[in-house]
Structures are given as C-alpha cells and as structure tokens.
C-alpha cells in the first residue's frame, strides 16, 4: 500500500531522514522503532505531507505522495495521530471527533462510526461534552485515536502513543491497536517501548539517525541481538547528538 | 446633569467606543489566533472601506448602498492582502509576519496618500443617524446607538457561527493546534481565507461607523485605530475571540474613565496612560486577562 | 585559528584604513549631498547594528528603539542649544537648564545615559514578554515617548519644530561613533554575554535550565542598543538642526527595521549591507520621484512612489531571502563567531527546511 524508496529529509540544516526505504502492505501492522531523534516522527510527517523529501519516491496506493499536500495525504486516506496527542483542548470531545470526520461527507455514516468509537473507548462517551484539555493523558490518547479513527483511514500512524503514560494504559491502548489490526485495518506504529510494540506488529524496521539498520519480520526482530540491546533500558544516543526531529 | 446621569452617559460612550475596538479586535485575533500575524495592515481596511463608501457618495449611491460597497471594498483588498502577502510567507517566523504587515500598511497609506492627497475629506452622516435619543438628561447619538446594536448583532452570529457551525469549529481547531488541524485533512487555506474575510468585513464596518462618528477621513485614519484594536487584544489575551471582545469594552471604558479621571493638563497624554496601564497590565497577566498565565509552551 | 585569527584581523585593519581614505575623499571633495546621504549612512548603522543586537542576537522584537534615539536627540539638543537662543525658544525651561550650554559630547553622553537608564527601568518591565507582547509593549513605549515630547512644550516645543540646534555633527563623529558601535556589539556577540543572548533567543526554557538568567540578558540588549541609538539620535539632531517629534516615529522605525530585515537578523555585517542597500536605493528612488527625463520617455513625478517600492521590495525580501541579503551568516568575520553552530539551528527552526508551507 505505502511504499517508501530511498527518501532524503532535511531539516534546516540537519539531514534527518538518509535514504531510508520502507513497505507497508494492506493489512498490515507495521512498527517503526528507534531512538530520539532517529527519524521515526520525521518520517511520520514526511508521509503526511508536512514535510517535503528533497529525494526519492513516496507511493501509497499509485498515488505519488512526494509533492502531495497535507490536505491531499489525509484525502487519501492516511491518517496520523501525532506524538503528544495534540487534541484540541479547547473543543469538545465530541468536537475533537467531528474534526477527524473532516475529509469525510458521509453524514449517517460517520454517526454510526462516532457510536463505534466510544464503544471503542467508553470513556470518550461519558465525556463527550468536555473540553479535551479536561482530560487525563489516557483519555487524551484514545481521543486522538478516536479522532483519526473517524477519518476511516485506508492507513493509520500512530506516533508514539505510549508515550507519558502508565503502564496500564498502554496495555489498554496496546489492546485497542491490536484490536484494530484484526479488523484490518492498516497500521504504521513508531514506537520507542520496543518491547510492546513487537509483541502486536507484524513486521518491524529499525531506524538509527536517520536510516533503516534492521528490517523484518517481528519474530526475526525479536531474535536479534541489537532489539536487546533495546530491551535492555539502552536508548542510544544518537551519533550526532543534534537535532530531534521528532520534537 | 447630576452624577448618575454623567456616570450613565459616560458608560454608554464607553460600550460605543468600546464596540467599534472590539470589532476591530476580533478582526486582529482571528488571523492571528491561526496565524499568529499581526496584521497591522488591518487598519488601513477601515482606510479603505471609508474611502470606497465616500466614493461611492460621491457618484450619488444612497447611504445604505455606499456602506455596504465599503465593506466589500474592506474585504476584498483585505483578502488580497492575504493572498499576496501573506500567504507566501506561511510558515516564516512571527517577525517576519509582522514586518510585511508593516509593509503592506505603508503600501496602502501611500497608495491611497497617491490617490486621494493627505488632505482630510469630510465624510457625511446620513440623515437618520444625525439625530439623537434624549430622554432623562441624557443624549445619546444616534451613531452611537448603531454601533452599539451592531456590535451585539455581530456578536451574536459570530458566537453562533464559531460555536456551531462545522467551518467555525474548524477555525477554533486552527488556531489551537494549526498542525494538529492539518494532520486532520482541514483545509487550511480555506480556514485562513475566511478569517481574513470576516476580520475584513468588520473593518470596513467599522470604518464606516467611524467615519460618521468622527466626521472625516483622511489615508492615515487606520493608524491609531489598528493600535487600540491590538491593545483591546492583548489585554483580552490575544488570539482569544471573546478575549478580543472583552478587551475591547475594557479599553473603551479605559479611554473613558482616564478622559474623566485625568487632571486637564495630563488628558493630552491619555494615550500615554493607557499604553502604561497595558503594560502593567502585561506583568502580572503576560498573556492578558483571559490569556493562560502559564508560560508559553514551547 | 591563530592565522585565520590574524588574517581576519589584518582585514579589519585594512577595512578601517580604507573607510577612513574614503571618509577624507568624501570630506574633501564630495558635494554637500553625497556628504549627506554618508553621514546618514553613518547613523543608520548605528541604529541597526545597534537594534540588531536586541532583535537579531536576543530574539526581542522591540519597535522602540526610535523612542530612545528621540530622548538622545532631544537630551543633547537641549544641552547645546545656545543659551540666547534657549531664552527665545525654550523660556519655560527650568533655570538649570536654561543657562547651560554643553559641549558636543557631553551632551550626546547625557542623551545616552538618560536613555540607558530609562531602558534599564522601562526594560525591568518590558523584558519579562515575548514575542508579539513585546512588539506591542514596545510599540506602547515609543507611542509614549511621543506622547511625551508633544504635550510637555516646557522642555520640547511640542509639536513646533525645535531648531537652532548648533551643527556639530561631522562625518568623523558619525562614523567614529558607528564604528565603536559596530565594534562593542561585535565584542559582545562574541563574548559570554552574546552567547547567553543568542541561547535566550533560540530556546528561552533552555537556557534557563542552563542557569541563563534570561532577564538579566534581555535587559543588556536593551540597555545597549537603547544607549546607542540615542547616541545616533544626538548625531542626528546635531546634522538637521531642526526637528519636531514626529521625525520619531512610526516611519523611522519602518525604515530601520526594514535596513535590518533586508541585511539580515542575526548577522552585523548583515546590518551594515542592509544599510547600505537600502539607503542607496531610497536615494536612488527618491529621486526618481522627482520624474524621470529619458529622453524619449518621461516618467511624471510620483511623490509617495518611493515609498511604495520600498514596501513592495521589503515584501518581495522576506519571501525570497527571509534571513536577508547575506543569509543571516556574517562576511569574513563568521568564521569566528562561536555561536555559528547555534545560529545555523535556530536559523533551521526558524525557517523550518523542507516545510511545505500550510
């Protein structure tokens, strides 16, 4: 479905993403994993048409992605949730969701998809009249998965949705992603927590300052002895110690 | 007149005054609250739509028929303001936004100072609104009373509007997370475009309902009205639409009470005064009265 | 590094040698007019270099700078005016003043102290905001000055021209002050004070967290430029003579931040390009206000026109070479700056790379 060949970020002056090559197939879930700054968000945006590769080729679905808008990328279906959230906390949570349905014009049809969504995550239906800011980093999360899920993405990406959480949570929203991938939708999740993400995907890639170290398929990933040095509670500096593209 | 009744005439000035601010204001925090461009050009909308309906006086269009060519005069140079100039600086840092703004303000000033000479022009009233409401020592200005009706009307649809509306939610999401809003497939440019006609509308409302009120107009009228609206602003908290509205009354209440309050060998310098007052203002609430009081998020 | 050091430093030397046989050519030989556009070319770098220092280096986007060049000019003016002539013009000074008449530089020194040390209060305040509230609050402070200078006619003549102001000011005393200006905040940028500046500017929270007092950075800023630009306001009313407020005001401050703009932030020599650039141009176009005769073609006089174009360009500027003319890096003198680094990221930021616009 997204194929990426060989794409080259630069950000200012800093060269974020060097040529990395990557596939995800329809259906699938596929997991990006890495360090700070290892390209994992500059990756994200590139796809989401935030940001402009300077070279090689983004496909999803025969449509070339490299000169598309952002606007044009969410018309076709591929649909981020960003690192850190980013509701709008000053809407409602029933706001918040309309604001995923922006590309859609299906009225009926994106009612019953806001009834899905909060038997998805309940929560977000007992607060739908809540302004977003009023809720807990948990909630905030299945919201902005809930968000992009009423986009009725072709792809979602999901950036980091562990992050600042407790564990529980995590084990809930890493529940929901899986629940998701069993009923097909497509996945793209960059994920720092190694260890949860392999456990769900199907195949992985391993990005180190900016290019693409290791490939696979989740079960080889997890033999491999640089994922333990993962595990292991080393989050790598990267090389050049400049700038995180992911913040 | 007794002192509730100067006390009352004093108040209805002020909501008057404090209504064309928070028109004006409103117009400033939308673009911004998106953007986060000052648009210092804003108040040479005023310029502009008092000029076109005083043109459009001029060639024998009656009243009702010159102000609203004014205020299409007002939105559409406003939109072209934002297609030329500010749209291909998208994404530059806040200075350079600000800069342009200058630019452009200096660009129409002296256009129109091309056009129609620096020399003031007398800007007529219509006949309705020449009189005025006396009742119980009191006067109130006929002006006055539109502008205060205008602006509530105003007020009420664009609260409407912004709270209902898909196009106003979609504002709101804006200008509280730009990037959030794009990843959400919100068109953007679109979102911009409506902002910038809205905030143009109410300028060249404005503009007129000034214009009557001061009796003439001149290329540089929108110089200090834009400097209050950006004061209304930021005492509001800016970006923050109702912040606007509040900081507008707030600031014509301001003018008033210094004009009332002031010894009359310091009222020449009330503006003086009111920039002071802002800028204590600023250091307790530095992102005005309705503004967070955390520190900016980085 | 201790030959680079050296080169550069013969540059410097050879640079200086080279302004100062052109200021003699221009002093000996050039018309009053090519003096004038040299000596405003003088004061105008030392208002640019000056607020590139608070705006450039520390990210303080101040408008006030013209207020402080109006309290210099006014100051000084009111120290050297002649004595008789202060009786005629000025009778309700207070008696102190009506009978002092101080030499050249003591009074542009007063007008710059005076200045700094307003700016030191002013600032106390001013420098606690950012970004668009400091715009503001410091477009509230020249709004005030103004205000000021209109309304106490004991001390400034209001709104009435204030002249008879003794013409002391010589393209020596110009450019010697521009090049002590250029040459302090070059010392500065590079020293700790510039580096702790130039970290305030790019990320405030982490440089607090460096121990950075961003106040006490920020309010230097603004003490020096507001110093040297009543410096450059002193020279300025010492040239024209006469004046009134309004030559302080919204239209200088268009010009200057335009100068700086164009020359790009962040880089002195930036600013002295910027300068120059514009200055020349202005020239050049202002007098083709006057109508262009080319033979077969004759272009009417359009007053304003100059004025137009120079807004437009400003616009074209910004959206073609948003860090300026020289791309934010300085000439020559970059190597040495040890801020680079930091600056090339903050200039990445800034401008953001490969973002498509939204």
Redesign the interface.
Known sequence: MLKLEDVNVQYGNVRALKGISLEVGEGELVTLLGANGAGKSTTLMTISGILRPRGGHITFEGHDLARADAYDVVQLGIIQCPEGRRIFGGLTVLENLRMGASRRHDRPAVQADLEWVCELFPILGKRLYQTGATLSGGEQQMLAIGRALIARPRLLMLDEPSLGLAPLIVRDIFNVIQQLHSQGVTILLVEQNARQALQIADRGYLLETGRVVLSGPVSELRANPEIERFYLGGSALPMDGKHPAAT | MNTIQTLIQQTINAVSIGSLYALMAIGLAMV?GIL?L?NFAHGDLIMVGSYAALLSLVLGAPFWAAGLIGIAASTIVGLAMERV?Y??????????M???S???T??LE??A??IFSPTPRAFPTPPILSGALEFGGLRISAVDVLAILVAAVVLVLLTFFIRRS?AG??M??AS??????????????RVIVMAFAIGSALAGVVGILWSIRVGKIDPLMG?YPV?KA??AS?IGG?GSLPGAVLGGYVLGFLEILLQGLLPSSLT??R??FV??I???L??FR??GILGSTEK?K? | MATARRSNLLAVLLSLLILVAALLVVDLAASAYIQRVVMGLGISIILVVSLNLLNGFTGVFSLGQVGFMAIGAYTAAILTLPISLKSVNLPELPAWLGEVQAPFLLATLAGAILATVIAFLVGLSLMRLTGPYVAVATLGFLVIVQVILINWDRMTRGARTFSGVPPYTTLWWVWGWAVLTTYVVWRLVRSAYGRRMMAVRDNEVAAQALGVSVMRARLLAFCVSAFFAAIAGSLWAHFFTSFSPKAFYFAETFSIITMLVIGGMGSISGSIVGVVFVTLLSEILRNAERGINLGFLTIPPVYGASQIIMSVIFVLAIIFRPKGLLGGRELDLGRLLPGRNRRAEAESRAVGGDERPS
Do not use: C, K
């Not at chain 2, 509280?176 to 919100?186: K, P, V, Y």
């Open positions: 911004f986060r000052i100039a749209r291909p600086i998208r994404g530059a840092p806040e200075v350079a600000l800069l342009t200058f630019a452009v200096i660009f002296n256009i100072i091309l898909e939610v979609g709101r999401a509280q997370d730009l990037l959030a809003a794009r990843l959400m497939g919100i068109n953007i440019n110089f400097l950006f004061v930021v800016l020449p310098y503006d003086a920039f002071i802002l800028i204590v600023l250091l530095p992102n900016e980085i």
